[in-house]
């Protein structure tokens, strides 16, 4: 292959994210719904355009952008924002978190045959929400707010959990309990590792920024995560040595970092984006009237058990009956996710079997599609809720 072709590729893939970008912003349609809607599109144009990755540049592509994409989430993740509203928001965080990991796995489980480790990982996968195209409704302000501080938080969740989730699983061939505390043994110290060498990579950086410009702090930062991720994976996982180093530098840098981060948050918009379309190029959904019923029957209990957990969460609360509507359908899927989803396609764990991956993956493209679906309807009808923009 010339070698050319991937950079080719490349190029055209990122002038359709940009295409993509500028349709979504015109017609306030949700993102990762334009976006994978066009990869899927991308599957019949591959024949007639000259779009080719290697495996290996595949790959490369892949882990780059999820590791961009993790540092963004963590890095604008502030451990110190602790008023009432960031308090009632992480309450109803920690319930509906509950209720997921319990209800969605007792549902997904017998529908999809999967173990209930593999259940658990599609309910973390699920959690997080895009407050991206939250319209701004002034008679609704606290619904808004903590639709935008779950988004904040629930992101890096849905990022970095599954991945934790899979390392914490022992592997197939471990049979004797010696295996097994060996098992945890190593997996523990691996953790303690990457968190240890992501808080080390950050001490170095802080000492590095008191000699830098400021037009070289952006690619520093990113660099930075990307060196924080290989010393990672030396002794431990190298994501979470990105997203210690996201946390630490984001409550480290609290009154300086923001200009910083929203510069680097419009890479990592790119490649939210640029992930979706890979998502849904890649993706072979088998659309069957069974597997769509399926979908749509565990779609319908995320929303009821969100719903519930938004109803115990609020009680206290005076929150209008639309204003719990507001929170129970305004739930889009996130870039984010489905950055996850293909980085578990691309990087399938060991210890998850290939025949329980798939449906996770296939299931998670559909809540993305119904979610986005929901979220557009709403933006584009208020009246449904019946609310005022």
């Not at 639709?147 to 849905?158: C, D, K, N």
Request: aromatic share 10%.
């Amino acid at each position: 292959m010339n070698i050319l072709q991937p950079i080719l590729s490349l190029i055209i893939l990122l002038a359709i994210t940009h295409c993509v970008k500028q349709i979504a912003q015109k017609l306030t349609i949700p993102t990762p719904l334009i976006a994978l809607i066009t990869g899927f599109l991308l599957t019949e144009v591959y024949r007639i355009m000259p779009i080719q990755l290697p495996s290996d540049f595949f790959s490369t592509l892949v882990l780059i952008l999820f590791i961009l994409l993790v540092f963004e989430s963590t890095a604008r993740l502030k451990l110190s924002a602790t008023d009432t509203t960031a308090a009632h928001s992480l309450a109803f965080i920690v319930l509906f978190a509950s209720l997921i990991f319990v209800g969605l796995s007792l549902t997904a489980k017998p529908f999809l045959n999967i173990t209930p480790i593999s259940s658990v990982i599609l309910a973390a996968a699920l959690l997080g929400v895009s407050a991206e195209l939250l319209p701004n409704i002034k008679t609704l302000p606290h619904s808004e707010a903590l639709i935008r501080l779950e988004a904040f938080w629930t992101t890096p969740i849905s990022l970095i959990v599954p991945i934790v989730i899979a390392m914490l699983i022992p592997p197939v061939t471990t049979i004797f309990v010696s295996d097994t505390i060996n098992f945890f043994l190593f997996t523990t110290i691996k953790f303690i590792a990457s968190i240890a060498t992501g808080v080390f990579v950050g001490i170095l950086f802080a000492k590095l920024l008191t000699h830098t410009k400021t037009a070289f702090v952006p690619p520093l930062i990113i660099a930075t995560a990307f060196i924080a991720f290989a010393l990672g994976t030396l002794w431990g996982h190298g994501i979470l040595a990105t997203a210690a180093f996201g946390l630490f530098f984001t409550n480290a840098f609290a009154t300086t970092h923001k200009p910083f981060v929203q510069l680097n948050h419009k890479l990592t918009n790119y490649a939210g984006i640029l992930a979706v379309i890979l998502l849904g190029s890649t993706a072979r959904l088998q659309l069957t009237p069974n597997f769509i019923t399926l979908s749509a029957a565990l779609f319908s209990s995320y929303i009821v058990i969100r719903y519930v957990a938004i109803r115990i969460s609020h009680k206290k609360h005076a929150f209008s009956k639309t204003e719990n509507k507001l929170m129970t359908f305004y739930a889009p899927a996130s870039e984010a996710q489905c950055a996850l989803f293909l980085f578990l396609a691309t990087f399938p764990p060991t210890s998850i079997p290939l025949a329980e991956l798939k449906p996770i993956i296939s299931i998670g493209i559909m809540f993305v599609l119904y979610s986005n679906i929901l979220a557009f309807a709403i933006i584009q009808a208020p009246q449904i809720l019946k609310v005022r923009k």
